[in-house]
């Protein structure tokens, strides 16, 4: 069991920035993946971006460049850190984790973020 705190939402002007946290409740090192999802009113959850074990990640196109996602073991937490915000990207932020390939996998709660002048 895995218990996933986020942290660092808020209400943010476009084109400021914001860095969201993600504390686990045990050590990552040995975790597979871990990664950050969003979901905004009446749509789908979708990926925002993820980091493998190994240090690699991968972003989805549309906060490419603008997002980045790392992963500090000593300290069990995961960040995504946003910048040059638009009004697109206001949605609940979750972070997630894959303890290995074939799961289990554990949500946080959510953190709301707003992007809004």
């Known amino acids: 069991q895995v218990q996933l705190v986020e942290s660092g939402g808020g209400l943010v002007q476009p084109g400021g920035s914001l860095r969201l946290s993600c504390a686990a409740s045990r050590s990552i090192i040995s975790f597979n993946r871990m990664g950050w999802y969003r979901q905004q009113p009446g749509k789908e959850r979708e990926l925002v971006a993820v980091i493998t074990r190994g240090g690699s990640t991968n972003y989805t196109d549309s906060v490419k460049g603008r997002f980045a996602i790392s992963r500090d073991n000593a300290q069990n937490t995961v960040y995504l850190q946003m910048t040059s915000l638009k009004l697109e990207d206001t949605a609940v932020y979750y972070c997630?984790?894959?303890?290995?390939?074939?799961?289990?996998?554990?949500w946080g709660q959510g953190t709301q973020v707003t992007v809004s002048s």
């Open positions: 997630n984790v894959d303890l290995t390939a074939y799961g289990p996998r554990y």
